[in-house]
């Protein structure tokens, strides 16, 4: 289908490349190589699609980067259909997991049929649920898959970290909730200068007029 222009895109790219890092190739990756959360299978895929010459995913471009992730994971689930921070919770499953993946853990968490393509019904019923559970039942049906891979024991702690930052964003964007800028601190109030004792100035004041009254005088 032909997903609409409610477009997130970028906020949630910002949001995901965060957890994404640099260059990575653990030995118990199965993705292998990967650069900012694209992995080398990938990017060679895309390099021949656009006529290009394979190459290492540590040369990877921003524009490249950009557009991977654009056609292969947010448009792959219709991010521009779904609610604010629905998008964006989806998207991160999809780089993680693949879009089929997320689009399922979406799908139960809705209770639609789970065929892992995201369709009029399952964008329908999006926006008639409460976004705050839905992040929620999606982001519970996410760490219960991660939770079952044999890799848990490796990267769990750091899918858990991801999945409860991912949890949390997604809230605030499906509230319209923005973390607000430090406030500048005030300036420092200058301190009272001493001002003189109003004796003084009476006293000062006669001296002054006897001095005027005898220079009258003479």
Request: hydrophobic residues 40%; proline residues 7%; glycine residues 12%.
């Amino acid at each position: 289908m032909e997903c609409g222009v409610r477009d997130n895109f970028d906020a949630s790219l910002a949001l995901v490349l965060k957890h994404e890092g640099g260059y990575s190739n653990h030995p118990r990756d199965p993705g292998g190589a990967t650069m900012k959360g694209v992995i080398q299978r990938v990017y060679d895929g895309y390099r021949r699609s656009h006529g290009l010459i394979p190459r290492s995913v540590r040369m990877l471009g921003d524009a490249e980067l950009r557009d991977i992730y654009r056609a292969l994971y947010w448009d792959k689930i219709c991010g521009d259909d779904l609610p604010p921070g629905i998008d964006y919770v989806v998207f991160d499953g999809a780089v993680n997991s693949g879009p089929s993946q997320s689009a399922k853990w979406l799908q139960r968490a809705l209770g639609v049929n789970d065929d892992g393509v995201i369709g009029p019904l399952t964008l329908d019923r999006s926006d008639d649920v409460s976004a705050a559970h839905l992040v929620d039942a999606i982001c519970d049906k996410r760490m219960g898959f991660l939770r079952a891979l044999r890799t848990w024991s490796v990267f769990g702690t750091g899918w858990s970290r991801r999945v409860a930052d991912v949890r949390v964003a997604g809230k605030r964007m499906a509230g319209g909730v923005t973390i607000p800028r430090p406030s500048k601190p005030p300036l420092p109030v200058p301190a009272p200068q001493p001002q003189g004792s109003p004796l003084v100035a009476i006293v000062v004041a006669i001296i002054l007029a006897i001095i005027g009254i005898l220079k009258w005088l003479i």
